[in-house]
């Protein structure tokens, strides 16, 4: 069994910050590439960021120079670091690892609300 547990959301004023942050855990032979998708409401999920196990980053639209992502191999934690918030980043967002227990296989979080809102 593998687990990803978000944290770090919450409501915040536009042009503040966030740093959302998700750990996965459980029965974990490998990670490969780990990110974070969001879904605004009436909208579909999309992609905002992926980081690779060797530390590749790949940024969706215009979120790079905004968004940073990163990872701790050794906690099986990525992060998300959002800077300049404004109201359209408002969204669940979602992170993604792809793990080996004994295949390798897909895993989301639940989900973490980001409201930005003045």
């Known amino acids: 069994q593998v687990q990803l547990v978000e944290s770090g959301g919450g409501l915040v004023q536009p042009g503040e910050s966030l740093r959302l942050s998700c750990a996965a855990s459980?029965?974990?032979?490998?990670?490969?590439?780990m990110g974070w998708y969001r879904q605004a409401p009436g909208k579909e999920r999309e992609l905002v960021a992926v980081?690779?196990?060797?530390?590749?980053?790949n940024y969706a639209g215009s979120r790079k120079g905004r968004f940073t992502i990163s990872r701790d191999n050794a906690k099986n934690t990525v992060y998300l670091l959002m800077n300049s918030l404004n109201p359209e980043d408002t969204a669940v967002y979602y992170c993604?690892?792809?793990?080996?227990?004994?295949?390798?296989?897909?895993?989301w979080g639940q989900g973490t609300q980001v409201t930005v809102s003045s």
């Open positions: 993604y690892a792809n793990i080996k227990i004994t295949n390798w296989s897909n895993y």
């Open positions: 459980g029965s974990i032979f490998s990670i490969n590439s």
């Open positions: 980081i690779t196990s060797d530390g590749a980053t």
